[in-house]
């Protein structure tokens, strides 16, 4: 029984269930940051769920280098996007705000669709990683709808 409870979700010192629980974290909040009307102040509570479970795991010599990291760039990003609105930012460390973390690994990327035609074509965001969460009205060209499909 030791062994089970030593390496099951049930123990909570399990690096891999910090881990995971940090991601499930992350996820909502980068959802919410890359959408257009988003209310400021959202998100204190996993914001601070997740600076417990940051440190958590930073104390236990968690081994996943990247659930760190995007913790950083989340938290950075969140801080970035708050401060826009004045809002209390006191219950964050000072370590997140003078973090040199990757804010490209979970930030959102604003173009409106003149620069969006210019820059992208639909094949080249097809194959990357990006996602489309507003789309403008109107009708589309029956060729680039073809060439998509």
Do not use: W
């Not at 081994?63 to 708050?82: G, V």
Request: include cysteine.
């Amino acid at each position: 029984m030791n062994r089970y409870l030593t390496y099951s979700g049930m123990n909570e010192n399990n690096k891999e269930l910090l881990a995971a629980k940090m991601r499930l974290l992350i996820h909502p909040l980068k959802k919410a940051l890359s959408l257009k009307n988003v209310r400021p102040g959202f998100g204190k509570e996993k914001v601070i769920k997740l600076i417990s479970l940051y440190d958590e795991y930073s104390k236990i010599n968690g081994n996943d280098k990247q659930a760190l990291e995007l913790t950083e760039s989340i938290i950075s990003n969140y801080i970035d996007f708050q401060k826009q609105y004045d809002v209390d930012l006191s219950f964050i460390p000072e370590k997140f705000f003078t973090s040199h973390s990757d804010k490209s690994i979970t930030g959102a990327i604003n173009i409106d669709k003149c620069d969006f035609d210019k820059l992208y074509n639909f094949e080249s965001i097809a194959n990357s990683r990006h996602s489309i969460r507003s789309f403008a009205g109107g009708k589309m060209d029956r060729d680039k709808f073809i060439k998509g499909v």
